[in-house]
């Protein structure tokens, strides 16, 4: 896809005009989705598309369109130049952006990993050959994803890896289920052999009666996949400069009375260490780390182009939402071997399910356990437990009752797939956190 | 341009059980202005396919944006051979699909097309609306938009079936953010809820141009008002309000998908199980919920779903009493329920899954004022802003942008950061008050997000207010 992007590139500097720029930034993927459910599966096929975002800009006039591309240059040049054309007609209609800011320093990239897949079909039938005589559920997407970007200045970026993201889990009934995931670069059906047993393990230890909670304060300990979930909602206007500056972040007490989360808390946008593009739609190029949170403390924000022009500041390559794509918590003390000893009595949550901010203000959020939550009492797993609300504030549960951070991180890579497969990635450890509040 | 994509898709003939091909040509043009500034206009243009193919007891799809001859035919052979590979391992039973071929067209006829106004006085209505928005210096953060949207899509079989849609809406948009001493709060024109299909029509049918003074006014009412008090209440819940819980604790908690497994790794399952239909009591007597494709304006309204099914009106839930799930065709011949046409897809890269389309409240027959008279202490609570409920669509908690106290039989104090908590299986059969046919409102949801590959689908609800006994409510910290 890189040399047919590059043709369009080169297609769109020859459709300028007088002193018109261009931006373009391109996303494409071949991606092989299985979808299976009771072991067997529910739905299966290919999806190709590539698509470009392409920026038309004169002097401070600017329209900006995204175009799906069929990737047959005879059919796509003439879209490009009636696409071209319009958004040329268009830009008269409209007054000068004060916040457009795209990259004059020409700085082109390119990483190319290799494909070290087998075929889409070939890790299917592992999938079904290990899910055998379980109830599984869950998605395989696997293939190449690819991101462009080019300028009329002649700045060229690409990436291209070519990944594989199995997200499933195993049912034992009802509600009652392990979450697994198995990502990366290169099958390994031993791995999948070993996640499954795992998963099956875990699945064993459900197969007690399960325990209803009362409403109340429990003391908790939270996985590397239930940090995430946090940390997405937190991704969600907390660390953008916009929502910073128009007060709608979910940290505005840090920003603005200087609250402090816990000193063993350090969050980094670790962009080096991520799966994601160094570049973004505008061309600007991402730093290696941003230090978010630092020892408990507010520290930098992500900043887009767009931002950076209203509020006069330097961007630092975020894209328009200002969110993280490679989150990275910086780990603690907790030895893996010492997880429930350290949690003794309480809450062990696999998952944790539908964040949302019960009240932004305080960065007060609610969610649900989900998946495999157990009881644990005097360091032994003893029940799992029924779905339980919580409801409380970030600064309590990163804050003043975070009891500790484990020394081993999982690296997340985003099963997500709106759109098009994602390519955020979080690196986080586990967290043991007391008297978390469950409402309901 | 459609003609020759069926021309060359009737002529790959491919030798399978079952071919089907999906087309989607969708438009969309965003325009908004934030702080007074004109943000730059965002067009896009998508067209691609998907080829379905069931052959030899497998199934598979395949989706290109290539819609030459070639590339029509490299989709087909990708849905064989996943077809092929998946052949004793496919968890539908194929032979026992309806597969009738059908034809037919929908369209809606539009008003006041988009392109009757030109680009400059669509600007000019933003700025003006967005303009009303900032009256007073503690508002940091305003803006007004407008997304139109066009699609159309062509499905055909090989058996013969065609069905051609076309389908335009437009989103109009309008918030505004106040900020004073460590307090944020944010009040909207709907939230994004009045997405409907037509033209600018839809403007004057939403009350889009009397809506930005009074969210100026409320959001600084916010910012002085007391936090929404705790404690067990009655609860009176605007439109905009209970399409989130119409959507949450009774649409996704209906889709047979759901019932039947698919989800259960993503979205979800649900608490509701196929041998309740018929018998269970979700509500009240006065809950009857309707999956209605009929009302044109709907955002979700049309002719047929993805498979082809033709859609018609069927009571969900009557009179309290759940009747039926909402289930497309594969649904329906894997559960034996009986279904909806609601097997719908957000564009041609994903495949149709069992979805809300328009999902409906029937009214009542209390007016909006017979419902507060009906409260002696009680909260009002108008527009979603946060929404969290189990796997099992049961134990859920929604909060609300704004809300007034009801003390004895009248609205009185605006307060702040409202939210309640039930769950599902209980909260509906407190329902004492349904608002008339006057209170009754047409909005949508634009964001529904579910399968696997993930798709955000726009949904319809049209619902009057709606009061439920002894909810638990709270405000914020």
Known sequence: MQDYFHTIATTLTGLLRGKEVFTCAFSGEETDFVRFNHGQVRQAGHVMQRCITLDLIDGCRHTSAELTLSGDLEVDRPR???????????????PEDPYLRYATEIRSSERLFPNRLPAGTEMAARVWEAGQGKDLVGIHASGAMHVGFANSLGQRNWLTRHSFNLDWSLYLRTDKAVKARYAGFEWDTAALAGRM????????????????????????YLTPMAVDEIMELLGWNGFGLRAQRTGVSSLLRMIEDDVRLHPALTITENTADGVAPDFQEAGFLRPAQVTLIENGSYRDCLVAPRSAAEYEVPDNGAEEGEAPLSLDVAP?????????????????????????????NAARLTGMTRFATFWVENGCL?????????????????GERLLGLTTERELLLDPGSYGGRSSRSARLPGMLVDEVNFTL | MFAAIEQHFRHLAPAVDFCSMRVVRAHHEALTVRRDVVQPVRRSEDLGAMVTVHDGGGLGYAATPDLSSAGLRRAVDQARDWARATAGHALVQL??????????EYRRPVRQPWSSVSLEDKLDLLRRECARLSIDQAIVEWQAGLWHSEI?????????GRV?????????????????QGETQTRSFGRGAHFRQGGLEILTATGFYEAAPTIARQVLELLAAPNCPTGTLDLLLAPDQMILQIHESIGHPLELDRILGD????????????????????GSDLLTITFDPGRSEQIASYGFDDEGRPATREYLIKEGILLRPIGGSVSEARSGLPGVANARACNWNRPPIDRMANLNLEPGASSFAALVKAVERGVYMETNCSWSIDDSRNKFQFGCEWARLIEDGELTTVVKNPNYRGISAEFWRGLTGVGDAQTFQVLGVANCGKGEPNQVIRVGHATPPCLFRDVAVFGGE
Request: neutral net charge; aromatic residues 10%; glycine residues 6%.
């Open chain 2, 164 to 180: 051609s849609q076309h389908f335009e809406s437009l989103l109009p948009v309008l918030s505004a953010t106040a900020h004073r």
């Open chain 2, 95 to 104: 032979d026992y699909l309806d597969r009738e071929p059908r034809l037919g």
């Open chain 1, 80 to 94: 490009l130049l009636t696409l071209v054309e319009d958004l040329r007609e268009l830009r008269t209609h409209v």
């Open chain 1, 382 to 398: 003893r029940a799992p437990v029924n779905v339980m609300r919580f409801d409380d504030t970030l600064y309590r549960l990163l």
């Open chain 1, 197 to 220: 047993a795992a998963a099956s393990e875990q699945l064993e230890a459900l197969d007690r009666p399960a325990r209803t909670l009362r409403p109340g304060r429990y003391r908790v």
């Open chain 1, 332 to 360: 603690g003390n907790l030895a893996a071997g010492q997880i429930l000893s350290s949690l003794d009595t309480g809450l062990y949550v696999g998952n944790l399910w539908y964040l949302n901010w019960s009240d932004r």
């Open chain 2, 152 to 160: 159309e899509t062509l499905y055909l079989t090989t058996e013969g």
């Open chain 2, 263 to 282: 989800e259960r790794n993503f979205a979800g399952t649900s608490f509701v199980t196929p041998a309740m239909f018929g018998t269970y009591r979700y």
